[in-house]
């Protein structure tokens, strides 16, 4: 992993392992190879385009160009699970939205893919056969924990959930200099909720309760806030 321009940070499990909260806003435990993402939202700006609003062009091939250089810079990626929500509708199944992804999967044909379903999945169906993907439903029981898209989804006891669903973010400072930050929300009750991986996504501001910990998504670092600074809710 590249150190020198990059700096993760660690949550550490019940077990002990230590899962790396990535500032490309993903997940990775490398004992087992196993990299997540969530709420991609491939599709969302041509359905947005469908409907007349004048959004960006590129973003499915933007959110592909940070997956790639993911993959680059982490060792050993033996799986890459989309925790929910790739399609965002019916509608973005565009055929150079599609013709995209599918150049993507066949530079990566070695790799294995699991979707796990995410509520907009489920509007927009699974993806085209020729992606090659593994989908399940939530929870998948993978490497000690349950992936999931929705972080209310039920999961057996004693394993950890990672879940999406929410796009959580916080704030930091006030007034005019008040920044929005996309963040990872580790729940005390046992689940790690990721921030969205899609660039157009939005996010929602979360408020932690007693217990829970966040870490901020600054540039090209992961960064735990401390307890004082969560004190009440959004900073």
Not at 67 to 79: C, I, N, Q, S
Not at 85 to 104: E, I, M, N, Y
Not at 153 to 166: D, E, K, Y
Request: hydrophobic residues 45%.
């Amino acid at each position: 992993m590249d150190t020198e321009s990059t700096t993760d940070a660690c949550h550490l499990l019940p077990d002990g392992r230590a899962l790396h909260l990535l500032p490309e806003r993903a997940a990775w435990l490398p004992e087992a190879g196993l990299l997540m993402v969530a709420d991609v939202h491939f599709g969302k700006a041509a359905s947005f385009r469908r409907l007349g609003v004048p959004v960006p062009q590129g973003t499915t091939e933007a959110n592909l160009s940070r997956l790639d250089a993911l993959l680059a810079r982490l060792p050993g990626v033996r799986e890459l699970v989309f925790l929910g929500d790739f399609l965002h509708a019916a509608s973005g199944r565009a055929p150079a939205t599609l013709q995209t992804l599918l150049d993507w999967r066949q530079r990566h044909a070695d790799l294995p893919i699991t979707l796990v379903r995410g509520n907009h999945d489920g509007h927009a169906g699974d993806p085209p056969a020729a992606l090659d993907m593994r989908v399940v439903d939530e929870p998948w029981l993978q490497a000690g924990l349950a992936l999931c898209h929705d972080p209310a989804t039920l999961r057996p006891q004693g394993f950890t959930a990672v879940a999406g669903h929410l796009h959580p973010v916080t704030r930091l400072g006030r007034g005019f200099d008040k920044l929005r930050l996309p963040c990872f929300l580790a729940r005390g009750d046992g689940v790690l909720v990721l921030p969205a991986f899609g660039e157009f996504t939005g996010g929602a501001l979360v408020r932690p309760q007693a217990g829970d910990s966040l870490y901020l998504v600054t540039g090209d670092r992961v960064l735990p806030l401390p307890a004082p600074q969560r004190a009440g809710g959004a900073v």
